[in-house]
Each structure stands twice: as C-alpha cells, then as structure tokens.
C-alpha cells in the first residue's frame, strides 16, 4: 500500500478505532480500573462495623453525681450508642457530653482491662497481668500482715466521696479492719451541708427548687458549667427561658464570663474571692432599704441583730465596691455599684428569690464565711424552706440497714486520724482529704497502705508536687480505677472496676436536687473485659481476711449488699431504676436560721504569693466539656474543647487584651506561668471575658497517664496551687493563687 | 576506555538535528543529574502523598484548595500559548508563527501534562479519578475541566508527536518519516480542535470560581450558564500563554547562549499577546469595577473585606487591595509595552513585559483559588492563613524539573527551532 | 410503590418534604452535647491532637461568638451549626456543593430536602468545600483510626468511611431510612417525633427543634412561618438563618433575643438585623 494521505488517514483512524474498540471489548483494562477503586473503598483497615438486631436497654449512669436516666442501644449484643431517656424526675431525655461518650470509656485505650501488678519501679508503667485470685489474695494478705503487726492505722482509704453503697462498703471495710483513715474529698456540697449544720442545726444536704425560683443570684456557680446535676440545670435553665407568667431573671455574679454568665440576664463582674463581701453588700442594701422579710427574719432566724450591726458598718456597697469591683475607674465603680444595688433590690423584691453559691462546677469548697453570707441573703429573703423556688434541705440519708460492724479488739481501740485540723467538720477528718498530702509528708511513716476506690487524688488534690511526695512515701498503693489514670502511675496493684453499664451501681440524690431521688444502673452489656465492680473486690477481700472483718461482710456479692441498703425503694430502683420520694418534705418545724455575725469579708480567704513577685491573679474556669473530677475526659469530650484553651500539648490561658499588651503578649505567644508552687509554660489568649490583672486557667486538662486522646495534654491547674484552709472547716478553700507571666 | 567515551560521544551526536551544535555530553549529564536529582525529590514526595495520605500537606477544611491547585490553574493558563499561536498559526494563518509554535507545543505539553500530574496528586481517592468521566455530573464545571483537558492533551499529544518522529534518526525510518509528515498536513484539524477545547476548559478553570455563589469573593454574573470569570480565564489564558511562551524561549536562548526565534516571530506574537493583554486588561477592570461596586454593596460587603494585614499576600496597608492592585498592573504594564514597536523591539522592556504577562495569569489564578479559600464568609470565622508543607513544594517543583528535563532533551534531539540552524552557523 | 408521606415525589406534583431545623441560641448553652452525640451516632472518628479547628471533623459545630465589646461589656453566644442541606438559589435543589461536584458524590434530595454523601464514591477533589461558604464539609485528611476495641462501638446504620474522602452532616438519614423502613411496614404515615436527628434528640436544653418544614403539622414548619402555634418557640423573636442573603436557602433557622447575635448571621456585621418582630408600639 502506498502510504500517502488517504491511506495514511485510514490507516491511522482504522488502526486507532480497532484499537479501542478492541480494548474496549477486553475486559482486563476495565477490571482493572473497576478493582482499584472498588478496593480503595474497602480497605482492610477500614471498619465494617456488624450488623445485627437493634435494642434498647435502660440504665442510670453513673459517671458524675447528676443521675441521669440513660438507655444504650445495641446491635445484638454490642453496645453502639448512649440517649437519654425522656420522662423522669433528673433529665427528661437530656443527656451529657460525659454521658454520650460513656462507650470510649468502656474500649478506649485507657481501660483496664485485667488485675495488674507492677512491674519494675513506680511511674515507669511497667505492669504485670495477674488473676483476680491473686489480686485478691495480694491485697488481703498484705492488710492482714499490716493489721498482724498493729499497723492497722496506717493503712487509708480514699473513696469518691461518702455517699453510696460502694463508698459504705469502704468506710465499713476500714471501720472493721480498725483505721480511723478513710477520706474523700470536700467539694461545695460539703460545704453546704457544714453550713446547714451551723446554721440550720440540721444534718443534710443543700437543696435548691430551681424549676420555681424566679431571680437567681448566683454567686460564681457554673450553673450551666457543670454545677450539680448538669442536665437538670439545662434543662432548668431553658424552663426559665421559656416562662411566659414571669420573667425568670439569672444574674451571675462572677469574675469572668463563664457559659453561665453568658446566658445569665445580668453577669456582675467581680474580683475573685469577693463573693462573701458582695452577697453582704447586697444584704445591706436589702436591710437598708427595709426589703427583708420581717416574718421570716423575726420569727425563724437567731442572731440578725449582730448581723444587721456587721452588715451596716462594715459592709456598705461602696466599701465592698473597692476591693471587689474589678475595674477601679470612678465611673464604671459607680456604674457597677448602682447596678449591685438594683439587683439586691430586684432580688428582695421577687416573689421566689434564690441565693447560690458553688464555684465553677461546684467540685471545690466554699468557706464557711462566703456561705454563711450568701445563705444569709436567703434568710433575709425568706427563701429557706419556701414552698416553691426556695432552698430546703434534703436529711442525710439513713444509715444502711446493714447487721452491726464486727469489730475486734484492735478495730475497737480508739485511733486519732492522720489529718487534723482546727476546724470542725461534720464528718470529722474524713472529707479533709485535702489535708492528708501535708498529714503524710510531715510524718515518719504515716501511711504504709492506701486503697484508692473510684478516686483519682494526684489529679485532684491542690499542689500536686506534695501529693506526689506524699504517694511515693506510700509503700503500698491499691487502686480500683477502671481508667489508666493519674493516680494509677502510683499504684502497686490494680484491682479494675467496671464501667456502670457492666455494674449495678446505686446513685445517690444528685447535689442540689430539691426532692430526694435515688438512681440505679443495672448492667446492660456484659462485661467487656476481666473487671469486677468495686464493691464486689472490697467484699471479696474481707472475705479473705477472714474473722471479725469477715463477718462483717455477711453478703454473697455486692448485689445483695445494695439491695439490703436500698431497702423500701429497692423494688421501685429494680423495675424502674428510680426511686423519687414525691411526699418529701422538708423539716420546717422549731428550724431557725442563724445569722452569723462573722461573714463575707472578715475571714476572706486570701491568696499566696506576694503583690510584687506576683503580680497577677489566677482565677480558674469550668466548663461542662472539661471533666475536673476523678475522672478524666474523653477522647470525643477533648476533641470539643476550644483552641482557646488548649493549643497541640500546651494550656492556653486567658488573659485581659490590655494586660497582655502590658506584659508584651500577642495572641498566641507563649509565656512561663509561675506561681509560689509551680511553674508551666502555657500559650495566652487575649481575651475581653476577663478582666484585666487575672489569668484565667481551665480546669481539666493536665493529665498524665490515660492514652493519646486525653494524657499529655495541657497543665493541670492544681499543679498551680496549694490549698488554703478555711479556718471553721479545714477544707481547702484556694479560689485562685498569685502568679506572674513572663 | 577513553575510546569508549568517545564512541558514545560519537554515536549520541548524531541524534542531535543536522547542522546545530551541541553542548558536551557530560555536560548534558550533569545538567540532567541535577535537574533529575530534583525530579526524584518530588516523586519521593508524591509517593507519601499517595500512601500516607493528603496529611503530608498544609491543606486543611478551610484550605481544600491551595498550592497544587494553584499551579494546576497556573500552568494551564501559561500554558495557553500552545492553543493559542497554533490557533493564530494553522486557522488564522500567521506564518511566521510558524518558528516558535514547535517551542509553543511542547511547552504546553509540558505544562498539561504536569497539570495531570498534579491533579493525580492532588485529589484524596487518586484510584477513583475516573469516576469524574464515570459519573459525571454535567452542572459542574469541574467535569468539563476533566473531559476538555484530557481531550486537549491528547491533543497535545498528536501535535508533539510528529516533532519526536523529526529526530534525525528516527526520521530515517521511512514509515516515521511520511507519518510525521502527514501530521503535518492536518496539523490544521488538531490545531482547531484544540483552541475549541481549550476555549471550554480554560473558561471551566475560570468558571470554577466564577460560579461559587456561595462566595461573594469569587461569584460572578453569569452570561447564559457562564460567569464572567469563564471568559476572563480563557482570554488571560490567551494573552499571557504566549508571554510565558516567549519568556521561556528568552531564558532557553540565555542558557543555550544561541538564539533561536528570529525577532519578526517573537515581534509578532509578542504584539498579539499585547493586545490580548490591552482587551483583557479592559474586560478584567470592568469586571472587577462591577463586582466592587454593584454585587458586593448588595450584600452590604466592600472590597476591604476580603484582605487583612494579617497575611502579607493579602495586606491592606494604606486601604488599598494590594494584591489586586499587582494583579491588573501585571496586564496593563506589559500591554502598554507590547502594543508598542518600540515597547517590543526594546530587549529589556520585552523581558519585563513577557514577566510581568506571564506573572498575570499566576497572580490571578492565586487570587481566584487561594484568596478565595482564605476569606471566611461567616462573621464569626476569621482568615485562613496558610503556607504550603515541603511535600506540596516539592510536587510543584517536580513538574517544572520535568520540564527542564523535556526540555532539555528535546532541543537536545529534535528540531524544535527550525530557525536555530539558520541564526546559529557552525 | 405509594409515597407514605403522601406528598408527592419530584416529578412536578405536591412538593416532598423539606427537613430542617430550628436552633434557640437563647436555650443553648454551649455544652458540646450535639457534637458528641452527632459523633458517636455517625462513627465519626477522633485523632490524638484535635485542636487544629481546621482539620478536625466535626459535622455539627458549636461555635462561639462574641459582640467584639471589650470588657465588662463582652457577650458570648453558642451557636450550633450542622449542615444546612441548602436548597440553593430558588429552593430549586442546586446546592452551593450538589453543583459542583464532578462525580456526582453530593445530591440533593426532592423527596427529603437534604443533601446525601457517597463516600465511595467521592474521590476527594474538594471541591464542595470550597463551594460551602458554611464549611460544613470536613475532608479526611488522615486514615481513620479507632485503637484498642473502639471499632465496637461502631454502629453499623452509618458507612464508616476511608481517608481522602468528603463527610458532613446528613441530618441522620439513616434514621430516616429506618423510621420509614418501619412506616412502610405499618403502612402508614410518618410521625413527627419518629424522626430525629442524633443532636436534637440529645440536646440536653432542648434548643433543637427537627422536622419537615413543608409539614403544617410539624413544630419547625408553624416557627418558621410565624404561626401562633409556634409561638412557645418563637417567643416573639424571628427566625433567621445564616448568609441568607447569598440565596443559599438553608433549612436551619436560627432564634436569638439579641440584635447582636441576628447580625452576625449575614454576610457583613453592617446589616441592620432585628431580632425582634417590631409589634408596633407595645411590649
């Protein structure tokens, strides 16, 4: 063939044509192209999860005081997501950020998942894993040969506060076994109910019928941050929000613009620490002015002469507007203080006025001073015991109709505890935990044991370089945690308790509820790993321990322990899992108020450091997505938190624009924050929710151990600060600490 | 082994065309070593793309597109010369094109090529590329941007093609020979074909942003289905694809220290791109005006908006637009030289003018992509700042080695300047 | 088959349903439960560091915003965005990122109003997220990692997608599917309450309110047309959504007391915006 033009052109366009049609026809370039991406969309490591048949089974968690009803709905048998569950009395569906994320706490890489022994040296995280036999009898012998050497006083036991089964299975462990060390930490509840005592003569706990009140004064409690039961405060707040016969009015008084000043009708912006003072300005305004209720104050009330005297002369709002307004210019001082004297007068002036207190979240202590002021404002209000929107208290729970304690002649003897203090607290020495790091340090052998039960004291306790001391002087560290967690790096042996959704866990009135309501998780997947519920390892232990501490553990598990303390309300709290009692009421009856002369500013707790090294202020701030207490957050709570408070690894602070200018920060830059304790290198954010001269820290953050989500992360505030005891209960009261930024 | 050398310096010469010198072989070795040494940096960098995934670069929610796609819209825009002086050349018939279209064509098949690349990069699933000619959707101008580009590059292919076939020794295989010859003849088809594709996807790049109503930034009015940045893409295309054209040859004739286009040829496109760049200057300012002073005030939004003095790119010292402002000087200063003999026929004046042309296309392409993701559109999101990682450098800088090193080896091997032989007697 | 919400489909006849959301920023008070609830009900996955806001995946996001008043005078405002499932200009269906994906992985929905994502088929060009002035879209940047035993959390009603792919917000549509799996079965109409999104359900101040907006029945469709009966909602404040000037049509409405607040929903700050409704004259 010739190849000119015409056949070159049809050659080439046969020749190109014949080709793809020809390879169109080949299945083998399409395969190819259809297999490539067909496996780009299955990847081995990417997770198909199962399928399988859908259920709903309901719980109360049990993953912070509040008590929520909770349901999990799994596939088969796989637990895949936590709701609420709509109707009854704490949540009515609502449901938490902690509270949705339960599941990473059940298969994060934080869990402990079997008994472990340490391997190598403390903090070096090296563990062994051994049986729950062992565990067992590790722990038991070693208590024995404690008590076999009269050494039963040494050996302590930190649990997550006083109240429920898990905790009084504990305190009746220690009681039995002779040691006078069992502790828990103090927070503002605690404070409430050694207020209500002084005050009310009553034991019991602080109630509030927030639903009903009408004008809130709140005095820094993060209503909306995380302040007793989180979902009812939600869900209280937007029934305020939707009043339509009375306008519900919030006025939060606060040193910063927490979430809850955000939302609140009026933030009051105040130097941290001035609480006190303000509530009795406001109370001197409310005298002044002839607004107080006359029938509550004569008729129910005790000491309001001596009061009314303090109040007048040493509490006028122009005095207290000096140390307590934040911005000293003359006219946002007056500004400020007429602003002071219209809510104190609105507030007397409402029909349901409500005084709170509690700082941030609520888990730290108030003094005794700032609350006997702020309870003052709702004596002079009437607010006690008012049949709607009021404040009642809810008595202490009855001791559990459990046989007698068995104890033997060393548990009979009297033993002072570690911690002392000049303050008095209704509890003794036990919700002085604050107090034990110091207790410890200063002895020669203080603790030889310590059992650490659903408590997390390295992380929560204030200056954490002296709790650390205090731990290491420990010789023997039992922890029950059911997280890899801070306290945990200091253990010897862990004995790991099951999340509530494998347990049966009772739950306790929630703080600040205004009825007593009782909760109970029942479990609703089995367990996923070799955990036991803590209640069931203290029991087994005893039983190990044999004599009098054995006989005082009668029962066959932990099960039969709750049911016999849950008592009338079992049946209600096995079937429905709550238990209300709807006919509450509060003891009225010869109860009078007593005003306490020494309030507000007298005994203001005050601040370490120095003016001129330190001339900043740390104040802290809560907010719901930062977990405080024993427990940390989870990985999807962490993802929430802002980069306004925590940058990659480093805590970002919040600092005033201005005061940053002053010290030559950008926004970003990064700074030493020092205090008298401590010393951590953080990030600032300028910030106009603060006022100027303060560093506004977030609580939460600073963990070690747990996994990459959570550990690492941040600096924990109470690595900054010391505690300050408040001299009527020894609890730690530090609100804030002196630093510097440089 | 000397004789040996030799030999190979020997038989390699005589793939070089006739009658042109030739640099050294090792020299040629060396100048490909670097410049390939370069080349494997960027495929280490591409590899962890592929297989670690798009974290290997600075890109984030806010910055989905950003350098690759930049050089991407770039490189087609500069690019455009090979459309656009085989357009003039073949349809409109200015034959002394005829010189630099060789150079025009393999630039442009430098730049898509490297433009596939990138995007083969670029994209999150890479193995699932095909399904935009698979499930097309026909609203969006990205697919139209897929089909006209692959297409074009076949084009481009066709019409590097017969150039290959020129090699001296490949020309010698008759088959070679009468097929590169009759390319040639319907050259014209292809030629035309291809402006007719490059139209379409020059003005989908542009279209990209223009129809983003989402964004008050990039939205523009739409004639028919088209906003108006459609038009302006494929006109700066236009103009500044011969700037980049005559640019590149410049520096080819700096760093082979021979020149290779006669300066009627260069004179000639150069008045054209001129032109081009006089109109578009024009349009662009109008277009510009209309949307400062009629779309935005609708949404109560001023120009200002769209920069900070956060970010030195998009300052606004002074109140002014900075970048903007760079951007339609970077027209009007070349076509105010260009439409000028003396402006063209100035050494120094032209480099600045073919610079300055084909900065244009780049400015404005970084202007309609990046500036675009930058800018937040709700009040309460701030700017987006962003610099690209090593990784997205090095894959930007891969196409430009490749293109050294295509370059290099076809002034090499083929006679890519038919009037090199003529200017540079041996 | 019948269209058991009896509506019509998209050919032409009665219009399908519209869904969206009313958000109250008066209730909301920030806390994160949307986000987390929308994470675990969506296997959304979690990476170590996450505080590059830039890179994390979060299909509803709370977002602060502030007056830019210094202090005292500084107000914050929590603002919960999910998608907005646009409607585009005219409601006609042409999303801001359904026009421009290349593979068709994003469309819009006549019968439902909301937006899809095939992760399978998306091949990650990214650009609808250029095109979504919202940034609801969140790119995979890195491979999706769940250590230990948290795969056994994952619920199997949401595809759990691979690296280089685009997801957002789908306003729960696997709910969807099996609330109307099981409406079809009983043969009869959906009902308001059967179908929720993980964030509305979970929302703990009950600041989400879900439903179809072309449903008089339904609470989101009386807020949004200012009915009466929509007035414990409404509180005397208008709806308003975000950039509604860019003729998105988003299906999110949003409430807030504070003139502030309204403002910041446009484009610009210099909008006047009324919180409000003015009632003439009276309070």
Redesign the interface.
């Known amino acids: 063939m010739k190849?000119n033009?015409r056949n070159?052109?049809l050659v080439s366009t046969a020749g190109a044509a014949g080709g793809a049609v020809g390879s169109m026809f080949s299945p083998l370039s399409w395969k190819l192209?259809d297999d490539?991406?067909v496996?780009?969309?299955n990847?081995p490591?990417?997770?198909?999860?199962?399928?399988?048949e859908v259920s709903f089974e309901e719980t109360t968690c049990a993953l912070c005081p509040g008590g929520c009803r909770v349901k999990v709905r799994k596939?088969d048998s796989?637990?895949?997501?936590?709701?609420?569950v709509d109707g009854g009395p704490v949540?009515d569906?609502?449901?938490?950020?902690l509270g949705?994320?339960a599941?990473?706490l059940?298969?994060?890489?934080a869990?402990v998942r079997t008994p472990l022994k340490r391997a190598g040296k403390r903090g070096e995280g090296k563990w062994v894993e051994i049986t729950w036999d062992e565990a067992i009898s590790d722990v038991s012998e070693k208590l024995a040969e404690l008590k076999g050497a009269g050494q039963s006083k040494a050996v302590g036991c930190i649990t997550n506060g006083a109240k429920g089964v898990t905790s009084a299975l504990f305190a009746r462990f220690m009681e039995a076994y002779g040691s006078p060390n069992h502790y828990w930490q103090a927070t503002a509840w605690d404070s409430y109910e050694e207020n209500i005592q002084r005050t009310l003569g009553l034991n019991g706990s602080a109630g509030f019928d927030l639903e009903k009140a009408d004008y809130i004064l709140s005095f820094g409690a993060g209503l909306?941050d995380g302040w007793g039961s989180?979902?009812r405060m939600?869900?209280a707040?937007?029934k305020w929000?939707?009043n339509?016969d009375a306008h519900v009015t919030l006025v939060q008084i606060d040193a910063q613009?927490s979430?809850t000043a955000?939302?609140a009708d009026k933030?009051l912006?105040i130097n941290p620490g001035t609480e006190g003072a303000v509530a009795m300005a406001m109370a001197h305004v409310i005298i002044s002015k002839n607004l107080y209720d006359r029938g509550y104050v004569n008729w129910s009330t005790t000491g309001f002469r001596d009061f009314f005297r303090t109040v007048q002369t040493e509490y006028a709002p122009e005095k207290v507007a000096k140390i307590a307004c934040?911005?000293q210019k003359p006219e946002?001082v007056k500004k400020w203080t007429e602003e002071l004297e219209s809510r104190a007068i609105a507030f007397a002036k409402a029909e349901k006025p409500l005084a709170l207190a509690g700082k941030g979240n609520g888990d730290r202590p108030v003094s005794q001073a700032e609350l006997n002021a702020i309870q003052s404002l709702n004596a002079l209000v009437g607010s006690i015991n008012r049949e709607e929107g009021g404040m009642v208290v809810i008595p202490d729970a009855d001791k559990y109709p459990w046989p007698p304690v068995v104890l033997d002649a060393d548990a009979k003897g009297y033993k002072p505890a570690l911690v002392t203090t000049k303050g008095r607290t209704k509890y003794g020495a036990s919700n002085l935990l604050s107090n034990l790091p110091k207790a410890i340090n200063a002895q020669h052998g203080g603790l030889k044991a310590l059992l650490v039960a659903g408590a997390n004291p390295l992380y929560t306790l204030a200056d954490t370089e002296e709790t650390a001391a205090a731990l290491q002087k420990i010789e023997y560290i039992v922890s029950f945690a059911s997280q890899m967690d801070d306290t945990f790096t200091y253990a010897d042996i862990i004995l790991p308790d099951h999340i509530y959704l494998e347990s049966t866990v009772d739950v306790p009135t929630p703080p600040g509820f205004a009825k007593p309501v009782y909760g109970l998780a029942k479990p609703v997947i089995d367990p996923?790993y070799k955990t036991k519920a803590m209640g069931d390892s203290i029991i087994e232990i005893a039983k190990a321990m044999g004599g009098t501490i054995a006989e005082s553990f009668p029962w066959g598990g932990f099960g039969d322990a709750m049911e016999q303390a849950m008592n009338e309300k079992w049946n209600a709290l096995d079937s429905d899992g709550v238990y209300v009692n709807e006919d509450f009421q509060p003891e009225k009856e010869g109860i009078r108020f007593r005003f306490f002369a020494r309030a507000g500013m007298e005994d203001r707790i005050s601040l370490q450091g120095s003016v001129e090294k330190y001339p900043l202020v740390i104040t802290p701030c809560d907010?719901?997505?930062l977990s405080t207490g024993a427990l940390a957050d989870t990985?999807?709570?962490?993802?929430?938190?802002?980069?306004t408070k925590?940058?990659?690894?480093e805590l970002v602070v919040q600092v005033?624009?201005m005061t940053a200018q002053q010290y030559g920060f950008k926004e970003g830059s990064q700074a030493i924050l020092e205090t008298p304790v401590a010393k951590a290198t953080v990030l600032v954010h300028c910030s106009?929710?603060?006022?100027?001269g303060l560093v506004g820290v977030p609580r939460g953050l600073g963990h070690i151990a747990y996994?990459?989500?959570v550990g690492g992360k941040g600096t924990n505030y109470n690595t900054l600060i010391s505690p300050v005891q408040d001299p009527a209960t020894g609890f730690d009261v530090a609100w804030g600490i002196r630093a510097k930024l440089t | 082994m000397e004789a040996a050398y030799q030999k190979i310096v020997r038989l390699e010469s005589q793939l070089h065309p006739l009658g042109v010198q030739r640099a050294p072989l090792w020299q040629f070795v060396l100048w490909m070593g670097f410049f390939g040494t370069i080349l494997l940096w960027g495929v280490y960098a591409m590899f962890l793309c592929w297989f670690k995934g798009l974290n290997q670069t600075n890109m984030n929610d806010s910055y989905g597109f950003a350098l690759w796609i930049w050089a991407d819209l770039g490189v087609i825009a500069v690019g455009g010369g090979a459309f656009f002086t085989g357009l003039l050349r073949y349809v409109v018939g200015k034959d002394p094109l005829k010189y630099i279209i060789n150079y025009a064509v393999l630039i442009g098949f430098i730049c898509y090529s490297s433009a596939l690349l990138i995007l083969a990069i670029d994209i999150g699933q890479p193995l699932r590329g095909w399904f935009i000619f698979w499930h097309a959707n026909v609203h969006s101008m990205l697919t139209e941007v897929a089909f006209c580009l692959s297409c074009y590059f076949g084009v481009l292919c066709i019409e590097y093609i017969p150039l290959v076939l020129e090699n001296r020794k490949i020309d010698e295989v008759p088959i070679f020979h009468h097929t590169s010859h009759n390319f040639h003849e319907v050259m014209a088809i292809f030629a035309a074909t291809g402006a007719f594709l490059s139209f379409f996807h020059q003005g989908s790049l542009g279209g990209v942003a223009g129809v983003l109503y989402g964004r008050p930034f990039a939205y523009r009015p739409e004639f028919f289905i088209w906003p108006t940045t459609f038009f302006l893409f494929t006109w700066s295309a236009a103009a500044c694809g011969p700037c980049f054209t005559i640019l590149v040859t410049k520096i080819t004739e700096a760093i082979t220290r021979k020149k290779l286009v006669k300066d009627n040829v260069v004179e000639l496109l150069a008045k054209i791109a001129g032109w081009m760049l006089l109109t578009y200057s024009i349009a662009k300012i109008i277009d510009t005006l209309y949307w400062a002073f009629v779309m935005l005030p609708k949404h109560n939004l001023h120009v200002l908006d769209f920069f900070t003095n956060q970010s030195l790119i998009y300052s606004k010292l002074g109140g002014v637009p900075w970048i903007l402002v760079v951007e339609i000087l970077c027209s009007v200063i070349p076509a105010v030289i260009l439409v000028t003999k003396k402006g063209r026929q100035n050494k120094p004046a032209l480099i600045v003018a073919v610079f300055l042309g084909s900065m244009c296309a780049l400015i404005n392409r970084w202007v309609m992509v990046l500036q675009v993701m930058a800018v937040p559109v709700l009040t309460f999101e701030t700017f987006a700042l962003y610099f690209p990682s090593w990784q997205e450098l090095a894959t930007t800088i891969l196409p430009v080695a490749y293109g050294v090193l295509l370059i290099s080896l076809s002034h090499r091997y083929l006679p890519v300047f038919p009037q090199e032989r003529e200017l540079n007697p041996v | 088959m019948t269209e058991t919400q009896g509506h019509g489909n998209q050919e032409g006849h009665a219009p399908g349903s519209k869904f969206g959301m009313v958000i109250d920023l008066d209730k909301c008070t920030g806390c994160g439960a949307c986000m987390v609830a929308c994470m675990a009900e969506n296997n959304v996955p979690t990476k170590p560091d996450e505080t590059n806001k830039l890179d994390t995946i979060t299909w509803m996001r709370v977002f602060k915003l502030s007056n830019g008043k210094a202090f005292p005078d500084a107000e914050t405002c929590y603002l919960p965005r999910p998608c907005m499932h646009c409607g585009g200009k005219h409601d006609a269906g042409h999303s801001p990122c359904v026009s421009v994906c290349p593979a068709t992985a994003t469309d819009y929905s006549y019968k439902t109003g909301i937006v899809s994502q095939i992760y399978t088929r998306c091949f990650g060009c990214r650009y609808c997220m250029g095109a979504c002035p919202y940034h609801a879209r969140y790119f995979n940047w890195w491979d999706p990692k769940w250590p230990a035993d948290m795969k056994n959390y994952l619920s199997p009603d949401v595809s759990v997608r691979m690296r280089g792919v685009v997801e957002k917000c789908s306003f729960c549509f696997h709910r969807y599917q099996r609330a109307m799996d099981l409406a079809y079965y009983e043969e009869r109409e959906l009902e308001e309450n059967e179908y929720q999104t993980a964030c509305t359900q979970a929302c703990p101040a009950g600041a989400i309110t879900f439903g179809d907006l072309n449903n008089e029945d339904h609470m989101v469709y009386k807020v949004t047309h200012e009915e009466s009966e929509g007035d414990e909602i409404l509180r005397g404040r208008t709806p308003f959504r975000l950039l509604e000037e860019l003729e998105t049509n988003p299906k999110v409405y949003y409430l807030s007391g504070r003139d502030w607040v309204v403002k910041a929903g446009n484009a610009s700050v210099r909008e006047e915006a009324k919180a409000v409704k003015d009632t003439g004259g009276h309070h």
Request: net charge positive.
């Open positions: 190849l033009r070159f052109l192209m490539s991406s496996w780009s969309q990847w490591w990417t997770p198909v999860p199962l399928d399988g596939v796989r637990p895949v997501k936590l709701e609420g949540n569906g609502g449901i938490c950020i949705l994320t599941l990473q059940v298969y994060g890489p869990r909306l989180p979902v939600f869900q707040h937007s929000r939707e339509h613009l979430n955000a939302k933030w912006p934040p911005v946002y996923v907010t719901i997505r990985p999807f709570m962490v993802k929430t938190v802002s980069d925590l940058k990659k690894r005033n624009t106009e929710e603060i006022a100027p996994d990459e989500f």
